[in-house]
């Protein structure tokens, strides 16, 4: 993997993960000392635009947080024992579990994972009751729909996510009428 790097008002840091749409970023892995890293932080916070680039002094392109994200976003920093050196996440709270937004951002360490965790996210957001031997179908609906996004991404996978509701519901009632998803146990259960 690339070394990518950011530069902001004359603070840089290596970036070893983000996740971004177009210009807006969503969420950043970084590393350099603590006083960069603090002022890198406060300046994406206040919406400054940064360079995310393979070269630390040249070249790039420009972003800035995403507005959702400086809304509501936690910042996560721990020293480095050996180096000195800082590393520090900011996670905005959509991509929180326990967020209570329907929109949400979906980040994996691989793409496999996705189908899953996207259920989990899914079925804690909405009212509508989801089983879990649906995630391939409620992941791969979502894709087609166009509610599932793909992010540029670098050290990890990421999808926006922002679910339809009605459309959702209607689907799911198809599916269920037409056999693509099994009817789970418990229902046919309850059903008898």
């Not at 996440?89 to 793409?111: G, I, K, N, Q, T």
Request: hydrophobic share 45%.
């Amino acid at each position: 993997m690339e070394t990518m790097h950011i530069r902001c008002a004359g603070f840089a840091g290596a970036v070893d993960a983000y996740a971004r749409d177009g210009a807006d970023l969503w969420f950043i892995s970084m590393i350099s000392n603590q006083q960069s890293i603090r002022a890198l932080w406060a300046r994406l916070l206040k919406g400054e635009p940064a360079v995310i680039s393979d070269d630390a002094l040249v070249g790039g392109r420009y972003c800035t947080l995403a507005p959702q994200a400086r809304v509501a976003c936690r910042f996560h920093a721990t020293r480095l024992p050996v180096s000195g050196a800082t590393h520090a996440m900011l996670v905005p709270s959509a991509a929180l579990y326990a967020s209570e937004d329907r929109d949400f951002l979906l980040l994996a360490r691989a793409e496999a994972e996705a189908p899953a965790l996207h259920y989990r996210f899914l079925s804690r957001r909405i009212d509508l009751p989801l089983h879990p031997s649906w995630s391939e179908w409620l992941w791969n609906r979502g894709l087609d729909s166009g509610e599932i996004r793909p992010l540029d991404a670098l050290g990890i996978r990421a999808w926006r996510c922002t679910p339809d509701l009605d459309a959702l519901q209607a689907a799911l009632g198809r599916a269920l009428r037409g056999h693509r998803i099994p009817v789970p146990p418990e229902e046919l259960a309850h059903a008898a």
